[in-house]
């Protein structure tokens, strides 16, 4: 049994060190949040959706429009492109550069369904950027 009687020197000694632990579970909790967030933020197709409030983006010198008519039909600036085509087409249009905007312009009547087939086969031809076209000033009519 051993009994320490010197009860002299017991001031505690001061650590100059800093403590990181704290510092360690902030970062980990952030990357974290990160690590949940990133994938939110990221979509498959970049789309530009113009709003009421918001102004006009500008266009680019010559825009690529491709529309989608009521009867499904396509068009390529005012050229009538058929759907097995549009890889073709588009890549003459745009140079062959896949990087350049589409603006795509859809009929109020096109089922939406019918849209996201067009932006499929856009994708698929290598087009990503694809920019929706509304009518300016939020104008809506039934």
Same mark, same amino acid.
């Not at 498959?44 to 113009?50: A, G, K, S, Y």
């Given at each position: !049994?051993?009994?320490?009687?010197?009860?002299?020197?017991?001031? *505690?000694?001061?650590?100059? $060190?800093?403590?990181?632990?704290?510092?360690?579970?902030?970062?980990?909790?952030?990357?974290?949040?990160?690590?949940?967030?990133? %994938?939110?933020?990221?979509?498959?197709? +970049?789309?530009? *959706? +113009?709003?009421?409030? @918001?102004?006009?983006?500008?266009? +680019?010198?010559?825009?690529?429009? *491709?529309?989608?008519?009521?009867? *499904?039909? =396509?068009?390529?600036? $005012?050229?009538?492109?058929? %759907?097995?085509?549009?890889? @073709?087409?588009?890549?003459?249009?745009?140079?062959?550069?896949?990087?350049?905007?589409?603006?795509?312009?859809?009929?109020? @009547?096109?089922?939406?369904?019918? =849209? !996201?087939?067009?932006?499929?086969?856009?994708?698929?031809?290598?087009? @990503?950027?694809?920019? =929706?076209?509304?009518?300016?000033?939020?104008?809506?009519?039934?």
């Amino acid at each position: !049994m051993a009994i320490k009687l010197d009860q002299g020197d017991t001031d *505690l000694v001061e650590n100059h $060190e800093i403590n990181v632990t704290p510092f360690i579970d902030v970062m980990l909790v952030l990357l974290i949040i990160f690590m949940v967030a990133a %994938p939110l933020a990221t979509i498959d197709i +970049p789309v530009d *959706l +113009p709003s009421a409030s @918001a102004a006009p983006q500008p266009r +680019p010198d010559k825009p690529v429009w *491709l529309t989608l008519k009521n009867d *499904l039909g =396509l068009m390529i600036g $005012e050229v009538n492109v058929a %759907p097995q085509s549009l890889a @073709a087409a588009l890549d003459s249009a745009t140079g062959g550069d896949h990087e350049k905007r589409i603006y795509l312009r859809a009929d109020r @009547a096109v089922a939406y369904g019918d =849209l !996201m087939s067009l932006m499929d086969r856009l994708r698929g031809a290598g087009y @990503a950027r694809i920019a =929706l076209v509304g009518q300016e000033g939020g104008a809506h009519h039934d």
